[in-house]
């Protein structure tokens, strides 16, 4: 059964507030990055990724505020979601979009891998043409 809509409300506005939350977090690391990248430090692959990733959020949130804050915008965000699925900011994706995004990964490197191990087993058969 389908929850009642005082409690989808109140689902909603939880998924806001701890994307907020997520993002307010990920913006006080990466002020901490820039601090350091700014005194001379170096950081680690992983940090650059996570700055990167968050100064994206950044930029994605612009858009998305316009439909928090004008009434009865928010009515639209499915189909702006459905246009551009990648406006959101990282830290309002659920757990399903996030499984869809890894088994789309998953699906992309298994076809490369079936692709390259094809294009090696033809190149062994044409060098062992060759050489015999």
């Known amino acids: 059964g389908k929850k009642p809509l005082r409690q989808r ?5 939880k998924h806001y507030y701890r994307g907020f939350h997520l993002l307010w977090t990920d913006t006080k690391v990466a002020a901490r990055m820039v601090w350091r990248l ?7 692959r992983r940090e650059r990724r996570r700055l990167l990733r968050t100064c994206a959020d950044l930029f ?3 858009p998305f505020l316009v439909f928090v804050i004008v009434p009865f915008m928010e009515f639209l965000l499915p189909v702006f979601l459905k ?14 979009k996030r499984e ?4 789309k990964k998953l699906n992309a ?8 191990r094809e ?3 033809e190149v062994a058969k044409r060098n062992k043409a060759d050489s015999g």
């Open 9 to 13: 409300v109140v689902d909603e506005l």
């Open 38 to 44: 700014l005194h001379g430090q170096v950081l680690t």
């Open 60 to 62: 994605r949130l612009v």
């Open 83 to 96: 246009l551009f699925p990648q406006m959101l900011p990282s830290t309002f994706e659920t757990e399903s």
């Open 100 to 103: 869809e995004k890894l088994k």
């Open 109 to 116: 490197r298994l076809e490369l891998a079936k692709f390259l």
């Open 119 to 121: 294009t090696i087993a």
